[in-house]
């Protein structure tokens, strides 16, 4: 236990001062009693109420007093509480074949309305984070529970070049808390060259010291993709196995994937820069990434279907210790000791002291 302001814990000196005022007003009322009463008649001048009557009501005054003192001092305790420890990254595809028209009125808009209904849903405790990925990632905001920031951060959203699914869940997953010193997968670096990290100078977020990594809290990143992947920073490998080298490190974190797949089966055509593309759309990708880490793959995604997640993902309560003042705590028991002492004493001895 740690106090704000330690130097009111001097005035618990009151007491002892406080006590020994009351012995030496008792034994002056005795004295003055004997020096005027006639001792045959001093237990008719003088009633004496019972020593319980009288000890439980001061008992209970003077540890009320002890608290309203020490409560002064603003004590700090660190009780376990259970505390929300869910964290989501949601991994939003910002490339090109987003601004296929097979959803109104693009892909990426949709992906923007579901990102923003699943954060509307899910519970206001819930860390989320945001993550945008074309060519390569970028972490736009570390999870987090203001959703102000978190919409401000979708609506500035625009379609970029090509898409690397892999490099998104790497990301997304040492976004989590306690994962950010993680090393990305070897297989996925590029031959002789030193790729940029996303997360370069962006702080983890704090794990209790007494929490091993073995024990961190499940984490989960949610995928709004077409599952078209067509790039990867080791271009020697094939797309299927850069996705389930990454889907390995998610697993092998204690990340899951959940993917919702934006587009409509058979694909579309899409007028970019002038010219006409053919744009696939390939939710089998993201239906394996859910399977290979025990997520869910969610397709079409559903205002019911969201709120199921959400709520699936949203709440993982731990126990911890939380810094919290108790000061108002134990002026509460104190006023309520109080209370019982006056009771006590106007009922037995039909006065309030």
């Known amino acids: 236990m740690s106090f704000t302001w330690p130097v009111f814990l001097w005035l618990l000196l009151l007491i002892p001062l406080f006590v020994g005022l009351l012995v030496w007003t008792a034994r002056r009322r005795e004295r003055t009693a004997e020096a005027f009463a006639d001792a045959h008649l001093l237990g ?34 660190s009780p376990p509480l259970p505390t929300n420890k869910a964290a989501i990254v949601l991994a939003m595809d910002t490339s090109r074949s987003m601004l296929a028209p097979d959803l109104n009125p693009s892909r990426l808009e949709a992906a923007k ?33 203001d959703r102000q920031k978190l919409l401000e951060a979708i609506d500035r959203l625009k379609p970029a070049q090509n ?9 997304g997953v040492r976004m989590l808390p306690g994962r950010r010193n993680l090393t990305s997968p070897a297989e996925l670096q590029p031959p ?17 010291q007494t929490q091993s990594r073995e024990d961190l809290p499940p984490g989960s990143v ?5 599952g078209a992947s067509n790039v990867s920073n080791n271009p020697g490998l094939p797309t299927r196995n850069t996705l389930e080298i990454a889907a390995r490190f998610a697993r092998d974190h204690h990340v899951k994937l959940y993917t919702f797949p934006m587009g409509q089966e058979g694909g579309a055509v899409a007028q970019i820069d002038g010219r006409n593309y053919f744009i696939p759309f390939e939710p089998r990708n993201l239906e394996l990434l859910a399977q290979a880490t025990g997520g869910k793959n969610t397709f079409p995604p559903t205002e019911d279907s969201l709120r199921a997640i ?29 209370i019982l002492a006056a009771g006590l004493s106007l009922r037995w001895q039909r006065r309030v002291p």
């Open 44 to 77: 008719a001048v003088v009633r004496q109420p019972p020593k319980a009557h009288v000890r439980w009501p001061l008992a209970l005054q003077l540890l009320a007093l002890f608290l309203l003192l020490f409560s002064a001092a603003r004590p700090v305790a």
């Open 113 to 145: 309305a579901t990102a923003r209904k699943f954060i509307e849903l899910a519970p206001p405790t819930t860390q989320i984070g945001l993550v945008s990925f074309s060519d390569s990632a970028s972490a736009l905001v570390m999870p987090t529970s």
């Open 163 to 171: 898409t690397s699914i892999s490099t998104a869940i790497v990301t």
């Open 192 to 208: 002789g060259l030193q790729q940029p990290d996303p997360l370069q100078g962006v702080p983890d977020l704090p794990v209790p």
């Open 222 to 226: 949610v995928i709004l993709s077409d």
């Open 310 to 338: 959400a709520r699936e993902l949203g709440t993982v309560i731990r126990w911890e210790g939380t810094k919290t003042e108790i000061s108002s705590l134990l002026s509460a028991l104190a006023a309520a000791l109080m």
